[in-house]
């Protein structure tokens, strides 16, 4: 398994451009997640996905959009790109079974810097 | 607002034990105890997890106190590859998960 996988590991972007951040995983996950790390702080969750077709917003969701057409994808995508959301992006899934663990595996990280 | 208070850094010697406290006075019957991890600029690493018995597994253990309102994450004999920094996350099922900034843990040669 390679678990959690995303690409571009880095990424420059000038202000007003616009990408997606692609994230892939292969545990048959049902929960995904997207999270923004910024310099010396702890993640803050973007949105996050139930299951194919379901989406909602987490804590910082502006400027972001989501989509999950598939259980293994969960691609976020940054219309107008703004220095503020130069960070650190983390994607995220688990198995959710609604017991009593939710176990997050992350993947690796895109770097992303808006000039 | 915060569940969770953690020191911002912590030192521990090659080869002892590093104890990491954190504080979670406001949790809930059914809120559990998480631990993860974050080497360098890696994702956050999975630990460990529990609702009020003390739990162990390969790499931690953990204490939580008999009231629930605080917990220690103990690596046994921390090495090298242990730096990193250790977040402590209260959960129950249908919340999200909050990073807090967490510890940063130097374990020093």
């Known amino acids: 398994n390679a678990g959690v996988t995303q690409t571009p590991k880095f990424r420059i972007l000038k202000i007003g451009q616009s990408m997606t951040l692609q994230c892939t995983q292969d545990?048959?996950?049902?929960?995904m997640y997207w999270y923004r790390q910024d310099p010396g702080m702890g993640l803050k969750l973007i949105y996050y996905?139930?299951?194919?077709?379901?989406?909602d917003k987490g804590e910082v969701p502006n400027g972001y959009n989501v989509s999950r057409s598939t259980t293994e994808d969960f691609p976020l995508r940054l219309e107008l790109a703004a220095p503020s959301q130069t960070s650190v992006y983390f994607c995220?899934?688990?198995?959710?079974?609604?017991?009593?663990?939710?176990?997050?595996?992350f993947g690796p990280g895109t770097r992303l810097t808006v000039l | 607002d915060a569940k969770t208070t953690q020191p911002p850094s912590m030192d521990c010697a090659e080869g002892r034990a590093a104890n990491l406290p954190c504080n979670h006075s406001?949790?809930?019957?059914?809120?559990?105890v998480y631990w993860y991890r974050q080497i360098h600029s890696q994702g956050p690493q999975y630990i460990i997890h529990?609702?009020?018995n003390n739990e162990t597994n390969e790499m931690a253990s953990l204490i939580i106190t008999e009231d629930r309102k605080s917990s220690t994450l103990i690596l046994p004999h921390a090495t090298l590859r242990d730096t990193a920094v250790y977040y402590c996350?209260?959960?129950?099922?249908?919340?999200?998960?909050?990073f807090g900034p967490g510890t940063r843990l130097s374990v020093l040669p």
């Open positions: 995220a899934s688990s198995y959710s079974g609604g017991a009593n663990t939710d176990t997050q595996y």
């Open positions: 996905s139930v299951g194919a077709g379901i989406t």
């Open positions: 529990g609702l009020k």
């Open positions: 996350i209260v959960w129950n099922y249908g919340q999200n998960f909050v």
């Open positions: 406001t949790i809930s019957g059914n809120e559990y």
């Open positions: 545990m048959n996950h049902n929960y």
